[in-house]
């Protein structure tokens, strides 16, 4: 596909349940985002992959959050022991480099319900 | 990180232009000024980039005064699928990562 994908788009989970969320971006692009936005709200950054590495996950709000690039496309967003405060809309971006300036291309997203 | 303060919603009617004007009063001389789309259920979506003057693009036009403290976002003759949230971003050009900062945005609703 020429955007970025993102699965499940939809995820209702039990709290104390573990998730994964996957983002497929846009083929050569070297920069993978993941953002989360709650309603009413604006995206909030979680993390940065440049390639392989996590280039800046200072968004991560805890150790329950996981996530991973292992071949420098695929990314998997990891949440363990869900609360009913996780629940959110995950999204993902990727662009052609890390460098600004330049414009990010996002997911519809995957909307988790945590119950 | 340059803050940023835009209106929380604005209305309008089709066919007239609206113009959002956004606030980054501590802005750097590194820093460039982006705004973003965003329709219900999906991602936000880029329109418009620029460092200083005008831009203009097939979507929008960016107007940013000499002192670079504030932007206007002008959308001419806006239809209803106008209808979303605008958010108007500042980063720092030099920054490995991209990475952006968005605020609460502006709710703009397009009446027929």
């Known amino acids: 596909g020429a955007g970025v994908s993102q699965t499940p788009s939809n995820k209702v989970t039990e709290k104390g349940k573990y998730v994964e969320l996957r983002c497929d971006p846009i083929?050569?692009?070297?920069?993978l985002y993941w953002y989360r936005q709650s309603l009413g709200q604006g995206p909030e950054f979680l993390i940065y992959f440049q390639g392989t590495g996590a280039a800046d996950d200072s968004g991560l709000p805890n150790d329950r959050f996981f996530a991973v690039r292992p071949e420098g496309s695929v990314s998997t967003l990891k949440i363990q022991r869900t609360e009913r405060g996780d629940s959110a809309v995950y999204l993902c971006?990727?662009?052609?480099?890390?460098?600004?300036?330049?414009?990010?291309?996002f997911g519809e997203g995957s909307r988790l319900t945590v119950l | 990180l340059a803050k940023t303060t835009q209106p929380i919603s604005m209305d309008s009617y089709e066919g007239q232009e609206v113009n959002i004007t956004c606030s980054h009063n501590?802005?750097?001389?590194?820093?460039?000024i982006t705004w973003y789309q965003q329709f219900p259920s999906q991602g936000p979506r880029f329109i418009i980039q620029g460092y200083k003057t005008k831009v203009t693009n097939e979507v929008a036009s960016l107007f940013i005064p000499a002192d670079r403290k504030s932007s206007t976002l002008s959308l001419p003759r806006v239809s209803l699928s106008d209808t979303a949230v605008y958010y108007c971003l500042v980063g720092d050009i030099r920054a490995a990562g991209n990475k952006l900062t968005f605020g609460g945005g502006t709710r703009v609703l397009v009446k027929p």
């Open positions: 501590n802005i750097a001389t590194n820093d460039y």
């Open positions: 971006a990727s662009s052609p480099s890390g460098r600004g300036p330049g414009e990010l291309f």
């Open positions: 083929s050569g692009h070297t920069a």
